[in-house]
């Protein structure tokens, strides 16, 4: 999708579709549709006295105009109560607005930006949330399929309306970031939604070195040899029962001084999760093509550093493999030996996400980190504690965690922090090694979290489950059915930020 920033009179720009963002209970249109309201009569007034628009958020009303403005048709969408508003209602909005406006096939459409409270009055924030909510709103994948009528209604081009010439700039500004936030979430649901017998590890490095090569980042794949060497028994121990060989991704992006220390990303790349030996029940095991979510957001996030040229430096590792069973496959009770050295007994192949992560975050401390993050779909206790709407956060350091928090409610992917308290590595305790991989049904979530932080060396560090969040059973305002891309934008969002240094 094209998205453009204009100036200009509201009654003469020339759409498909124009979108007026309307609040709930408002008792009059904002200054900058009064002007097609007057035109159109006072049609947009009525529609509010009649109960018709109230304005309740992602409510729509769609009207056909006849040639009495520049536009072939206005669509009115709620915003709800004023005084509740945030950013993520402004994403959503824009979300429903795209969709509607791809059942009556538009080609084009303009929208109005909407006043917005003063908490949150910034021009290029509104922007960057409606660009967001547009890119990803509009989001489908169809590329297995032989029938393409449905990409017939594609839309285009979107305009944004900016308030005054002066003030263009600035939105164009927010409305090119959120863009390149909107795009980056669509290419992890790209990735996610592929399957497994294409997103193979292979292809995953295929991506990473397109990637690269577009961004000119620095890439560095580590082979079965390499790890063998370095003692990466956790990621070689997953990889055991499947034929496609593990690699381990390094991508380095550099736009800060060279003496400046890295924000490390780790992200979980589990092509396809079978739970091993330890096999997971076949309802829903198709899921597992995007137990790959975490990898993928990392990969995303590296790309999308480099478009908005960040004065920092930035490292993406991604431990790469399938988890299967077979006869080589690691076994429960077998013992591995960790890149950091620890031992750590296998009780449930399916809880292989934390021993490739453990290898990770070993790897992470070579190099020197300012902080590091690991974003991983790792436990169905996620589920159990926050359900579908938090990603699990815990970690190390409270000036990270508080970061994080606020790039969560920027970025509308919320985190919520769990303890992590000494007591829980009790569970972990093991027999026959330094640990063991589970640490039973109570606070699966913390205990995973627990585990891998036997890994991080003193280093600032947080833990995202977003195994809770990664997947949408129905479709919403800015997802569709399937993988939902959740937590690419909070990680962008918190790298812009300390960029920012906010």
């Not at 794949?221 to 028994?233: C, I, N, S, W, Y």
């Not at 899921?287 to 979510?293: F, G, L, P, S, V």
Request: charged share 20%; aromatic share 4%; net charge positive.
């Amino acid at each position: 999708m094209n998205i453009q920033v204009k100036s200009g009179e509201v009654t003469t720009i020339t759409t498909d579709v124009l979108v007026c963002l309307g609040y709930e209970q408002e008792k009059a249109w904002s200054k900058a549709i009064r002007p097609i309201d007057k035109k159109l009569g006072g049609q947009l007034t009525d529609l509010r006295k009649s109960g018709e628009f109230s304005g309740k958020a992602n409510q729509t009303t769609l009207l056909h105009i006849n040639g009495k403005v520049g536009a072939k048709r206005v669509l009115l969408v709620g915003l709800g109560a004023w005084d509740t508003m945030t950013l993520e209602r402004v994403r959503q909005a824009m979300g429903t607005a795209v969709k509607q406006a791809r059942r009556v096939k538009a080609k084009g459409i303009t929208c109005v930006m909407p006043d917005v409270p003063k908490a949150i009055d910034k021009l290029d924030k509104v922007a960057q949330a409606m660009a967001e909510g547009l890119v990803v709103g509009d989001y489908r994948f169809s590329e297995y399929r032989t029938d393409h009528t449905a990409d017939r209604k594609t839309l285009q081009s979107c305009t944004v309306l900016a308030p005054t010439s002066a003030s263009q700039a600035k939105v164009t500004t927010g409305a090119k970031r959120g863009q390149i936030l909107g795009e980056a979430t669509c290419f992890v649901r790209n990735m996610c939604n592929h399957p497994a017998n294409v997103m193979k590890p292979s292809r995953v490095v295929a991506e990473a070195k397109a990637i690269a090569k577009e961004s000119k980042i620095r890439m560095k794949v580590l082979e079965r040899q390499h790890m063998v060497k370095l003692g990466m028994g956790g990621l070689l121990g997953v990889a055991q029962g499947s034929i496609e060989p593990p690699h381990f991704i390094i991508l380095e992006y550099s736009g800060g001084p060279k003496a400046q220390r890295p924000v490390v990303l780790v992200g979980k790349t589990v092509t396809f999760d079978s739970g091993g030996i330890s096999l997971k029940p076949s309802e829903n095991m198709d899921h597992m093509k995007a137990d790959m979510t975490g990898g993928a957001e990392v990969l995303a996030a590296i790309r999308a550093v480099s478009l908005l040229k960040l004065s920092m430096n930035v490292i993406g590792l991604l431990p790469v493999t399938e988890n299967m069973p077979g006869g080589r496959a690691t076994k429960p009770g077998d013992v591995l030996t960790m890149l950091s050295g620890k031992t750590v007994e296998v009780l449930n192949t399916d809880a292989e996400g934390r021993l490739i992560l453990a290898d990770g975050l070993a790897y992470a401390t070579r190099l020197k980190p300012a902080c590091v993050i690991d974003i991983a779909t790792l436990t169905g206790a996620a589920m159990v504690a926050l359900g579908n709407v938090a990603i699990g956060m815990l970690g190390n350091d409270d000036a990270l965690k508080t970061a994080m928090r606020q790039a969560g409610n920027d970025s509308g992917e919320r985190v919520w922090e769990m303890p992590l308290w000494d007591e829980y590595f009790e569970q972990l305790k093991s027999d026959v090694a330094d640990m063991r991989n589970i640490g039973g049904r109570g606070g699966g979530m913390i205990t995973a979290a627990m585990f891998l932080s036997k890994f991080t060396g003193d280093h600032p560090w947080v833990h995202l489950d977003i195994a809770a969040t990664d997947w949408s059973a129905s479709e919403r305002a800015c997802f569709s059915k399937g993988p939902t891309g959740t937590g690419t934008r909070l990680l962008i969002q918190y790298l812009i930020n300390r960029a920012n240094g906010s």
